[in-house]
């Protein structure tokens, strides 16, 4: 059985007397699309960021290819392969389209290859290439997703942290992020995926995962979910 590229082996993150996250393990196979559902604090922005170096574990292990990173930098982590976009994007607002995008690549030394995929990104995005010279801060709430997108693919991801990208967006907007998201994963880009349309994101992802009160509660199958009672009560909208 191949490695996983990525494995959560009992991760636990404490806020003060608070623990976040409770012993949670999942894994991902390389080309995967996993999808994360729950309510409001259940957890899952918690472990988005500590997959990615931006909080620290009280116990567990984090391992990508098979090799430990959760006592890695965020940094580091990056240059291994793996990118976040966080919930409300956190792009630099003071700073250009064209400059957002260079410091999604800011841990390579390609500048070759650099300039190709900042290419390939204003391709992707035609509307960040007509706003190239534009403030990053002054762009729509789409825009600046698709910017967030852009910056993050650049860094030539092997595994894409994903925070409710749909937040705040229209539907026509919603719909052309998720068709490039659907794009990215065809070039077999891994996908960790928190959505507050579960819907949404059980049509994107192969398989689900429900996180509630810090601890996986139900995994399987996006299709075979999606007809779980208890998820379609609790997420879909359904009685």
Known sequence: MSTPLLQITDLRVTYGRIESLRGVSLGLAAGERLALIGANGAGKTTLLKAVAGLLPGSGGQIALEGQRIDRQAAHTRLQQGMALVPEGRGIFPTMSVHENLLMGAHCRDDAGAINADLDAQFARFPRLAERREQLAGTLS???????????????????????????????????????????????????????????????????????????????????????????????????
Do not use: W
């Open 141 to 239: 709430g789409g825009e600046q997703q698709m910017l967030a997108i852009g910056r993050a693919l650049m860094g030539r991801p092997r595994l894409l942290l994903l925070d409710e990208p749909s937040m705040g967006l229209s539907p026509i907007m919603v719909e052309k992020i998720f068709a490039t998201l659907r794009e990215v994963c065809a070039q077999g880009v891994t996908l960790l995926l928190v959505e507050q349309n579960a819907r949404l994101a059980m049509e994107l992802c192969e398989r689900t995962v429900v996180l509630e009160h810090g601890q996986l509660t139900l995994e399987g199958p996006s299709a075979e979910l999606v007809r779980d009672p208890r998820v379609q009560a609790a997420y879909l909208g359904q009685a």
